[in-house]
């Protein structure tokens, strides 16, 4: 099993930028995160594996970037509006190259992370 432990969260206003940490104990292929808001399904907002990079275009238009460091995963968010407001979580999963949609879907992973809370006001 793989500890994932994110950081970074806070309050921010409106157009500032926060960069989230996660950290993983063991290396897993592919790497996402996720956000949830109250009342809200968890949304996949980035995902990185190997040199590959996806983003829920609708959700960070541009705004976001991902990136690893090792066990090391980065979430650089900036023009962060209050509809950024979420818990992020990291999530991990093994495996090979997915060619489809599976990282948008939580299912697709078997780790999570407790989460970093994100205030946009």
């Known amino acids: 099993q793989v500890q994932l432990v994110e950081s970074g969260g806070g309050s921010v206003q409106r157009g500032g930028s926060l960069t989230l940490s996660c950290v993983s104990s063991k290396w897993k292929n592919h790497i996402g995160w996720f956000r949830q808001a109250p009342g809200e399904e968890r949304k996949a907002v980035a995902h990185v594996f190997g040199d590959r990079a996806d983003y829920a275009d609708k959700l960070v238009k541009g705004r976001f970037t991902i990136s690893r460091d090792s066990n090391r995963i980065y979430l650089q968010m900036t023009e962060l509006t209050p509809e950024d407001t979420a818990m992020y979580y990291c999530?991990?999963?093994?495996?090979?190259?997915?060619?489809?949609?599976?990282?948008?879907?939580?299912?697709?992973?078997?780790?999570w992370g407790q989460g970093t809370q994100v205030t946009v006001s």
């Open positions: 999530a991990a999963a093994g495996g090979l190259r997915w060619h489809g949609a599976e990282w948008r879907d939580p299912a697709s992973f078997s780790d």
